[in-house]
């Protein structure tokens, strides 16, 4: 069948007549840019809605390891004795205490705020200006990656709070297991040297009267102390009676000699036992007080003044102790108020971040504004019947 000028092809019927579609868009040209307008508003102002302020700081912890961190993790992220962390410092009536009381109330944002940064590439120590120790194994962990965000500008200082929490944290971790554990072991290891000072000293009593009775013998027998000093043996311990009494009260006043000696040692040792047990057993007294973890180190010299308390320091023993005393809380100044320290400063670093951005924003809710217009205009141009009339000419 051949078409003919009345009776055009069937397919002509699907084609879209673009002349009408610009002219219908062009009829409705106020709601597609009206729509643009207001979605491309709506765009812009959800990007300041999303406006946000962000600091971040590497807070080194060199008392936590890759190892034992699942020990902090919980601890971190205990919204309750954060709260109580800033009660006791006295921080909540801050603006940055406020700030984290609020967060402390939110145990995911908590954790997300506060993460564990593990071993530095080349790149990072560059950037840092950190060495990282040769024998560091891969993948250790170096500390705490503290971000903080919040609506309106805080210039950083919440970090620097958090850091501060996170060091209490990782003192009062460490030092409530440490020092529990050396109060229990200085207190068992000073009642063990004192039952083996009472045995020693029963052993001294009955070896002085065996030489005292040896004594006696030579003393009847004076014959019993002539011995033959080209002679050497060696006898097992208890076969010294075959020896002359002159030999064998020789070996009695050696060995109470040697008893004697080692009563001396025992003796030093058991006092420095029992100062370091009055001076753990005070300092895990006093880490159970409403304290914080720096000013709990800053107060050791004066609870190792009051366990040395009358104690003769020109004693040797006693200066020794003193000493080793001294020396291992320097150690812990160094680990936990020195090295845990920031890898550079969160304040004035503080940026402001936008998700979407503005020019993202207005772009995106100008398109898809846009879109919905045409989608609008059509729809209307349908509702109005211009579709309805362009079906009723063809099919005439």
Same mark, same amino acid.
């Given at each position: 069948m051949q078409s003919t000028p009345n009776n055009p092809p069937a397919h002509e019927d699907n084609e879209i007549d673009l002349r009408q579609l610009v002219?219908?868009?062009?009829?409705?040209?106020?709601?597609?840019?009206?729509?643009?307008?207001?979605?491309?508003?709506?765009?812009?102002g959800a990007s300041l809605l999303s406006t946000k302020y962000v600091a971040e700081g590497l807070f080194l912890t060199p008392g936590v390891s890759a190892t034992n961190y699942k020990r902090f993790v919980s601890v971190f992220s205990n919204g309750p004795r954060l709260q109580q962390y800033l009660q006791d410092t006295g921080a909540l009536a801050t603006r940055d205490g406020a700030l984290l009381f609020g967060l402390a109330e939110n145990q995911d944002r908590l954790v997300e705020t506060l993460r564990p940064e593990f071993a530095f590439t080349d790149k990072d120590q560059k950037a840092f200006g950190v060495k990282v120790a040769e024998d560091d194994e891969p993948g250790a962990m170096i500390g705490v990656r503290?971000?903080?965000?919040?609506?309106?500008?805080?210039?950083?200082?919440?970090?620097?709070l958090l850091a501060e929490y996170v060091r209490d944290t990782v003192i009062r971790v460490n030092f409530e297991k440490a020092l529990l554990a050396r109060c229990a072991d200085f207190r068992t290891r000073e009642q063990e040297l004192r039952n083996a000072q009472l045995s020693n000293d029963f052993a001294i009593t009955q070896e002085e009267r065996r030489a005292a009775t040896l004594r006696e013998i030579i003393a009847r027998n004076p014959g019993a102390a002539v011995s033959d000093n080209?002679?050497?043996?060696?006898?097992?311990?208890?076969?010294?009676? *075959? =020896?002359?009494?002159?030999?064998?009260?020789? %070996?009695?006043?050696? /060995?109470?000699? #040697?008893m004697k000696l080692a009563e001396v040692r025992r003796e030093r040792e058991r006092t420095a036992s029992a100062l370091k047990r009055d001076y753990?057993?005070?300092?895990?007294?006093?880490?159970?007080?409403?304290?914080?973890?720096?000013? *709990? =180190?800053?107060?050791?010299?004066?609870?190792? %003044?009051?366990?040395? /308390?009358?104690? #003769?320091?020109?004693?040797?023993?006693?200066?020794?102790?003193?000493?080793?005393?001294?020396?291992?809380?320097?150690?812990?100044?160094?680990?936990?108020?020195?090295?845990?320290?920031?890898?550079?400063?969160?304040?004035?670093?503080?940026?402001?971040?936008?998700?979407p951005g503005l020019a993202l924003g207005l772009v995106l809710g100008g398109l898809l504004g846009g879109m919905l217009g045409v989608f609008g205009a059509l729809a209307r141009a349908w509702w109005r019947g211009d579709g309805g009339e362009k079906g009723e000419k063809t099919g005439a």
């Open positions: 002219s219908v868009l062009w009829k409705q040209k106020l709601l597609i840019v009206g729509a643009g307008v207001l979605c491309a508003g709506v765009g812009v503290i971000q903080f965000s919040h609506k309106e500008p805080t210039g950083g200082t919440p970090v620097t080209r002679q050497i043996v060696s006898l097992e311990k208890g076969s010294e009676r *075959f =020896l002359s009494p002159a030999a064998q009260l020789v %070996a009695s006043e050696i /060995q109470i000699a #040697d753990y057993c005070q300092a895990q007294q006093a880490l159970q007080q409403p304290t914080t973890g720096p000013t *709990f =180190l800053q107060g050791l010299p004066n609870i190792q %003044a009051a366990a040395f /308390q009358g104690q #003769d320091k020109s004693v040797d023993i006693i200066e020794q102790t003193w000493n080793e005393l001294d020396v291992e809380r320097a150690t812990w100044t160094n680990t936990y108020l020195q090295s845990m320290r920031f890898v550079a400063s969160p304040e004035g670093t503080e940026v402001k971040e936008r998700k």
